[in-house]
């Protein structure tokens, strides 16, 4: 683990244990985090092997972004990992979200997170503009990055229903379908440098 995530994750872990407003003992912390082959996932664990030590017991889900807020909002969860965009628009209301998410706020910062466009070098997509007529890979819905991938392409004028085919995967699986040319386009939203990336 390196020093940058061993450090966001004891200060989530302290922030996490100081939150809790019962005893250790009797405490179980339910944290939503991201799908597997994401960062969230990992840095889940990270947190919970530190909280646990201060005898807080903490199960870690898989989630993502955008699900976390509705999870927390409906009890589902205790603290989930978000994106300040989602956590923004559950707190106003806004879509994706149906109705304001009134018990969800910001506890903690972990790092920066950015939106990442990557196409196949002979797949001819130079823009979001390109993607007409080609098959795509996003991110399961209730994903941020799926989301923001709609409004993506809406600022070119374009929707799912433009390209041949939009395949709601994993990171694992939409690298897979990269290396086969099952899709010539991929969207995510992760750290940098990204390992589904770099693969």
Do not use: H
């Amino acid at each position: 683990m390196t020093a940058k995530i061993k450090t966001v994750a004891i200060a989530a872990g302290v922030g996490i244990a100081l939150l809790a407003s019962v005893s250790a003992e009797a405490q179980q912390v339910r944290l939503m985090t991201g799908p597997q082959g994401g960062s969230w996932y990992p840095l889940g664990g990270a947190i919970a092997n530190i909280v646990e030590k201060a005898g807080i017991r903490m199960q870690v889900l898989p989630g993502a972004g955008i699900a976390n807020v509705k999870a927390v909002q409906a009890g589902k969860a205790d603290f989930g990992f978000g994106n300040s965009i989602s956590t923004v628009d559950g707190v106003a209301g806004r879509p994706p979200f149906d109705a304001k998410a009134e018990n969800v706020c910001n506890v903690a910062t972990l790092y920066p997170q950015y939106f990442q466009i990557v196409a196949n070098a002979d797949s001819g997509i130079n823009s979001l503009a390109d993607v007409k007529g080609k098959a795509i890979a996003v991110q399961p819905k209730g994903n941020t990055a799926e989301f923001i991938s709609q409004q993506a392409l809406q600022v070119y004028g374009l929707k799912y229903d433009d390209a041949s085919r939009v395949s709601y995967v994993s990171y694992t699986d939409a690298v897979s379908l990269m290396k086969d040319n099952n899709a010539q386009l991929f969207t995510l939203g992760t750290t940098v440098p990204a390992s589904a990336i770099m693969d």
